[in-house]
């Protein structure tokens, strides 16, 4: 699919994997539609530097369901050709010792929200014949580590919600793109090593989001279903796909509890 004079609409756009994606399209001159929090009007203005056809940032907080909720009405009508499904919180550490209020908002952010602007946008885009859904998963979705066992759960629901709806969108002119998506240099990043690395070795591969995000565009450019990562964190994620026992063994000959 073409991203040159496109509407893309990213949630959390103005950090991490969303604001380099945004700033990506804009080289493409594409209409980008930034879901954020809070306005950024030096990255608007980023973006139209860069060549961005226009900018409309939309103001919600994806951990609200009513303020989803209000998004989606605000966007009826709008022409939205890709959704980049990108917003993501992270909870972690041993399962007795995770805020169930985190753990709540976390799922709001990483699935109903998800499920929710996908439902709202999905209509104009199978009457308009044409459309894609990019849905951020996680390697985490397949490669379960103690301490992840939450946010593993979100980015597994990703995975099923999304190949699911690949099937349903079959013939419709509509397709989906899975991102699972390895450690990124981001602040989440620091986060993951900060919780996780009480417990188990953290691996130390990384890609930027300005690398990945090529990844992404070449995948929306030539109508890919999947992203997977390459390298030592690609051969891991095969083997807990493929060599479940094995990695198992390993996972759990590194965790400590205390």
Not at 224 to 236: C, D, I, K, M, R
């Amino acid at each position: 699919m073409e991203i040159t004079g496109r509407h893309i609409l990213i949630t959390g756009a103005n950090r991490g994997i969303g604001r380099a994606f945004a700033k990506i399209c804009a080289e493409d001159k594409a209409n980008l539609h930034l879901v954020v929090r809070n306005e950024d009007a030096e990255l608007v203005k980023e973006l139209s530097t860069l060549g961005a056809k226009s900018v409309t940032v939309w103001n919600a907080d994806l951990s609200d369901r009513s303020a989803v909720t209000a998004l989606v009405q605000k966007l009826k009508g709008v022409q939205i050709d890709i959704l980049f499904n990108n917003a993501g919180q992270l909870t972690g550490g041993l399962l007795e010792t995770q805020s169930m209020n985190e753990v709540s908002e976390m799922l709001q952010v990483n699935v109903n929200s998800l499920i929710e602007l996908t439902h709202g946008i999905l209509p104009g885009m199978l009457e308009r014949k044409r459309g894609k859904i990019i849905n951020n998963a996680s390697i985490a979705a397949y490669m379960y580590f103690p301490s992840n066992s939450t946010y593993a759960a979100s980015k597994a629901a990703v995975v099923a919600f999304t190949q699911c709806l690949s099937l349903e969108l079959k013939d419709t002119g509509v397709s989906t793109l899975l991102l699972i998506t390895p450690s990124i240099k981001t602040r989440m990043l620091d986060k993951v090593i900060d919780i996780f690395s009480k417990h188990i070795e953290v691996p130390d591969e990384a890609m930027s989001p300005s690398q990945y995000v090529k990844m992404i565009r070449e995948a929306i450019l030539h109508d890919l279903e999947v992203v997977e990562p390459s390298g030592l964190t690609g051969w891991a994620l095969k083997a807990a796909k493929f060599a479940k026992p094995l990695f198992d063994f390993e996972i759990k000959r590194r965790f400590h509890r205390s």
